[in-house]
């Protein structure tokens, strides 16, 4: 199984919902793959610090090849994120083309919704003529804010799949990156660590169904 996160637009919090889910997965002995396909090394810089994201695999490269590398770790029922460039590339699309299941980050905001509306054909096209299966996800959000709800309802009104579940904007993010950790290992019973949680288990419900179906 991989999981590739993409967008087309910077700051909507994409190698922090990779390095979230990997940890929380792995916290739950799914043992995943981290791939950082990304040439600005988020993720690496985290796991060079002292919690290392918490022994979470993590694997660097940016180059032309990360979806062979994906696929490679991928084999024999392993599972793989990859954090893709914020930017259009080939390693970018080679890593859309390769996805079982792909996560858009977009951040409440009209300039954020317009830019990945734009650049949605680019996330979802691919080679083999299939339609991939991906879920947008709100990131950033404030809790109950009139603008999260907004946006919502206008990405569903275009027919965009949302997941129901939200990353909001926790300081419990930043703060837990100090140490190359995720909120998952500084408070596992805290409300970031929960949300989290709640995000990792609906896309598991989104991927059992789909293989179900299969």
């Not at 770790?73 to 599972?79: E, R, S, Y």
């Not at 858009?104 to 996330?123: A, C, G, N």
């Not at 404030?142 to 275009?158: K, N, P, Q």
């Not at 998952?184 to 179906?213: F, M, N, T, Y």
């Amino acid at each position: 199984m991989i999981i590739t996160v993409a967008t087309m637009k910077g700051g909507s919090g994409k190698s922090t919902l990779a390095s979230c889910l990997a940890v929380y997965w792995h916290l739950r002995g799914r043992r995943p793959t981290l791939i950082d396909a990304d040439p600005q090394r988020s993720i690496m810089r985290l796991a060079s610090r002292e919690r290392a994201l918490g022994g979470v695999a993590v694997v660097e490269d940016a180059s032309e090849d990360a979806s062979k590398t994906a696929r490679r770790f991928a084999g024999g029922n392993g599972l793989v994120i990859i954090d893709t460039p914020g930017f259009r590339s080939r390693t970018t699309l080679d890593c859309l083309a390769v996805a079982d299941f792909l996560l858009v980050p977009v951040k409440p905001s009209p300039f954020d919704v317009d830019r990945m509306l734009d650049t949605l054909s680019i996330l979802t096209d691919r080679s083999d003529g299939r339609e991939p299966l991906y879920r947008c996800l709100l990131t950033q959000t404030t809790r109950d804010s009139v603008i999260a709800r907004h946006i919502r309802a206008e990405l569903a009104e275009v027919g965009l799949p949302v997941l129901r579940s939200e990353m909001t904007n926790r300081v419990a993010y930043p703060e837990a990156s100090l140490w190359g950790a995720t909120p998952s290992l500084i408070s596992w019973k805290g409300p970031a660590a929960r949300e989290i949680a709640a995000i990792a288990d609906e896309v598991d419900v989104v991927l059992g169904a789909q293989q179900a179906a299969a």
